[in-house]
């Protein structure tokens, strides 16, 4: 039998644990989510994610859970970008405490995070990688500017990086892949350069290159698949 002071003791720790404030995130049950890296494509910018981005916070993602990267896109996939997306990687990382981000790609974009992941140790930092529209294989409009600039270049099939990325493994490591294309792209030739062995991919449709961004469809495919 407890005591008067053993009694009254207990009755204090109990109160104490009722009053202690109890964690916004936990009271709710909302689970902090992968932060998520946008990479855009070339020539662009970051400010193209803003409806993804208003989509995803409208489906509970925070501010501080989501970073857009801007970056130079008439620079080499494999010898600079690559190695700076890491860099911001790690950044986001040691910001937010998170051991995983997930990335979601546009066009040119999507050869940047994918050099990242298989050859520049994204495979132990990617959670979910997102290919919108990207020249996965290739795309022959690249031939254009190939003359005088090294993206462009990095983009036509057959090109070093497209070559090196397409061999062996196309998604390599415990990275979740999905790919979005359109059959009307007037930007990636052929249609079927975006579609990668192992990877979830989804056609949208008759849209334009940039189209997908705003998509409503593709929107919530995005987000479907960054919760799975």
Known sequence: MLTPRQRLLALLTLCLALLAPVPAQAAAGV???????????????????????????????A???????????????????????????????????????????????SLVGRWYVKFGGGAATVDHWVSLAGPNHGTSTAWACAL??????????????????????????????????????????????VPLAGAANTPVGCLEHNDLLGDDATSAGVRSFLAS
Not at 31 to 60: I, K, M, S, T
């Open 31 to 61: 689970q902090p989510h992968n932060p998520v890296v946008f990479v855009h494509g070339y020539n662009a910018d970051p400010g193209v994610w803003g409806g993804l981005r208003e989509d995803l916070r409208a489906a509970g993602y």
């Open 63 to 109: 501010d501080s859970e989501l970073f857009s990267w801007g970056y130079d896109t008439h620079r080499s996939v494999n010898e600079v970008l690559a190695g700076q997306l890491g860099a911001y990687v790690d950044q986001v990382r040691r910001q937010t405490g998170a051991a995983r981000v997930d990335i979601v790609a546009h066009s040119f974009g």
């Open 148 to 193: 005088w600039d090294q993206a462009c270049r990095d983009m036509t099939p057959g090109s070093y990086v497209v070559k090196n990325l397409n061999a062996g493994d196309e998604t390599p490591g415990e990275v979740k892949y999905a790919t979005f294309w359109s059959n009307c792209d007037e930007v990636i030739n052929p249609d079927g350069s």
